[in-house]
């Protein structure tokens, strides 16, 4: 696309590609837990125990390395990213520049993963390249956490879609010998959604390893067929991402999967995307007594939508204070967790909070969402 054509800089078209709701200003003042605002910036800290599970690690060397045995081409939108600078959306940083940021906001831990493959490479193509770069990641980010244990946890990466018992087999090779801290998934693996099937050892493994399981979403092969392929102002990860995601979390409802795997500990992402806002939209076959219910999906069900939903845990990254609230309100304060998406969204972290402290949460559901909940479901201080 041709900014300059247009008399944009890069920084200026990004900011009105992206929209308000996932970029502000560093010098935004936050609002206090009271319904006022203050100036004051320590605001940032309080809740100095705050835990993120929602964001993403690949340092410069990071990505030097998976260049050399993954490849480099710029039709993937990840490769595309990474030329960006350092005072936009995408950025790169050591770990040490993470560490501080997090001091700055009061995130005492975060849980770090990569964010998805298949921005930056044909799984389904190079399937034997995919497999080492899980390999690569994970001993990348045991290596890491070896550093910094006290401050950073990290979720593995598998090649789920493209060789599930490979999956199976690293996902155990991480928790048990690098002694990560779940695993990351992708909405749509290379065209395949999390309740098919085929990934039901996958599910059941994770669930012997009592690990959390965070499902991402990204590139979907039916984005092609999209208006304008998504590509058009940048689309495809503003309303392509989070459309994905709830095909998936409708599927994992109606096709049984918590009937399947009654102990996983499913994470999404994005408030849930849609799904928790249409969950009457799920349920209006379901109900209908007129339609099979092998055809609705019913005969796969003991539960309302609603209940299935409650089964999720929830993330607050790139929300809004209506959204938070009505998500709370519907699955139980239990399951949030707070969730920043750095460094995908500029000023994640304050964007974050700001937010959060806009929307009216109770004293212990602020508790609950930055830390406590995550301490239980990672079991942080077993």
Request: with cysteine; hydrophobic share 40%.
């Amino acid at each position: 696309m041709d900014c300059e054509n247009r008399g944009l800089t890069k920084r200026e078209f990004l900011k009105g590609a992206l929209g308000a709701a996932a970029l502000v200003e560093l010098s935004k003042v936050p609002a206090a837990f009271s319904a006022e605002k203050t100036n004051d910036a320590s605001d940032y800290r309080l809740y100095d125990k705050k835990i993120d599970v929602h964001a993403h690690f690949h340092p410069v060397e990071f990505f030097n390395e998976l260049e050399k045995r993954v490849g480099k081409s710029e039709k993937h939108l990840g490769w595309k990213m990474l030329p960006m600078k350092k005072d936009t959306f995408m950025q790169t940083f050591s770990i040490e520049e993470r560490l501080e940021w997090m001091s700055k906001f009061g995130i005492d831990k975060s849980v770090f993963s990569f964010p998805t493959m298949n921005i930056y490479m044909d799984e389904i193509a190079e399937q034997k390249k995919r497999n080492d770069a899980s390999k690569f990641i994970n001993d990348f980010f045991a290596n890491t956490h070896q550093k910094y244990p006290d401050r950073t946890m990290f979720l593995a990466d598998v090649p789920l879609g493209t060789d599930p018992e490979f999956s199976v087999k690293e996902l155990t090779r991480a928790i048990a010998e690098l002694h990560l801290h779940g695993v990351a998934i992708q909405t749509n693996n290379a065209g395949r959604l999390p309740h098919e099937r085929v990934f039901d050892d996958f599910f059941s493994e994770a669930e012997r390893l009592d690990v959390p399981v965070f499902i991402h979403p990204g590139y979907a092969p039916w984005f092609d067929k999209a208006y304008s392929k998504f590509q058009t102002y940048m689309l495809e990860p503003v309303v392509g991402f989070p459309a994905d995601a709830t095909i998936a979390i409708a599927y994992m409802i109606v096709d049984g999967f918590f009937e399947r795997h009654k102990k996983s500990k499913i994470i999404l992402t994005h408030l849930g995307s849609a799904a928790p806002y249409i969950y009457e939209r799920i349920n209006v076959l379901l109900r209908n007594p007129y339609i099979p219910p092998k055809v609705t999906g019913k005969s796969n069900l003991t539960k309302h939508p609603r209940e299935y939903l409650k089964m999720f845990y929830y993330d607050t990254a790139i929300g809004n204070p209506e959204a938070l609230r009505f998500c709370t309100n519907l699955v139980g304060e239990d399951r949030m967790l707070f969730g920043t998406d750095h460094p995908y969204i500029e000023s994640a972290a304050r964007f974050t909070i700001d937010y959060t402290n806009e929307t009216k949460l109770t004293l212990r559901e602020r508790e609950k969402l930055y830390f406590k909940n995550a301490s239980a479901l990672f079991k942080i201080n077993a």
